[in-house]
């Protein structure tokens, strides 16, 4: 077997992190060969519950699982870790937009930067889950200056897995048969998802979604609109917000860090913007990307219609809203 991974894992005792635990401790991110030392941090008021969900970890018996480190110290917490799932946070209720939670949770991505910089390895690669994810994860790089930038993402493969099941539904295909659908900006319900790249296995034939499913009405209307709402759709009816999909999709983005990409796959991940397809640099976008040795790289060249780059822009200029609103709390 490998060498251990310290893992860390935010809001452990919480919805996301009830499923996330498990998952991670079963090998689905970092191999079925690599063992993990799981570092959970909530807060105080939480440890009781944390400590029922360290028994249920034990009881589970699961063989990547090398230790457990439960704590409400984020020294603790950070220290040494490789990779970090930074949930813990307040979630959205019904009625609410994900930007609403901007002033009650980005103070914590803040103080959770200055603690990264400080305790963990300058090579950690950090997935920021909590919402509003892109601004969040902008602001916990902020404060760890000593960490490259590139190290943070944010989380809309939550986003685009809800796009390829759509999709794939509407084919009647298997999921894994489509691939390529992009989520473009933020995560949020200005969010772009495009299926203009985007390719199907459809009766034995690599073919474009586009053309496959030939309903220009639909790809412009109700599918975006239902991805973009999912999420409060989903609020409507469990009254909880997204939990088992959120904790698969942030194993799979963590999975996509570490494996990389196959050729000529694409996912789509909340990262620094450089200005690529004309859209403003200094915000966490979401942008078709491709991974190998653990660096992303954005996916260049695509041609964009003037649909799609107005839907872009919209995305972009919420992001720049909400970036100036974060700096502005955060400053206080
Ligand atoms: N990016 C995405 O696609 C998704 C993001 N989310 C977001 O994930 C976050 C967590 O959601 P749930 O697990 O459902 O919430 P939850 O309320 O069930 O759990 C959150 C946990 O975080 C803990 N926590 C709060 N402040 C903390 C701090 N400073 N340090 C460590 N732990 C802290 C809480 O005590 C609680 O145990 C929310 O912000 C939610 O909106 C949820 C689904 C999808
Ligand atoms: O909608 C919410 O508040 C939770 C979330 O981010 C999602 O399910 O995509």
Known sequence: MAEPIRVCITGAAGQIGYSLVYMVGSGAV???????????LDIKPMMTVLNGVCMEISDCALPCVRDVIATDDPAVAFKDIESAFLVG??????????K????????????????????????????????????????????????????????????????????????????????????????????????????????GQTVSVYDAIKDDAFLKGEFITSVQKRGAAVIAARKLSSAMS????????????????????FVSMGVFSDGSYNLPEGVMYSFPVTIKDKKWSIVQGLPIDD?????????????CEERDDAIAVCED
Not at 91 to 98: C, L, N, Q, T, V
Not at 256 to 265: A, D, N, R
Request: net charge positive; proline share 5%.
């Open 100 to 203: 609403d939670l901007l002033a009650a949770n980005v103070k914590i991505f803040k103080v959770q930067g200055a603690a990264l910089e400080q305790y963990a390895k300058k090579s950690v690669k950090v997935l920021v889950v909590g919402n509003p994810a892109n601004t969040n994860a902008l602001i916990c790089a902020k404060y760890a200056p000593s960490i490259p930038r590139e190290n943070f993402s944010a989380m809309t493969r939550l986003d685009q897995n809800r796009a390829q099941a759509q999709i794939s539904a509407k084919l009647g295909i298997p999921v894994t048969d489509v691939k390529n659908v992009i989520i473009w900006g933020n995560h949020s319900s200005t969010q772009f998802p495009d299926v203009r790249h985007a390719s199907a296995i459809v009766n």
């Open 30 to 40: 970092f191999g079925p060969d690599t063992p993990v030392i799981l570092h959970l």
């Open 89 to 98: 946070s307040m979630p959205r209720k019904e009625g609410m937009e994900r």
């Open 307 to 319: 649909f799609a780059q107005e839907m872009m822009d919209k995305s972009a200029k919420e992001l």
């Open 246 to 265: 959120a904790a698969k999709a942030a194993c799979d983005h963590m999975r996509s860090i570490w494996e990389g990409t196959s050729e000529g796959h």
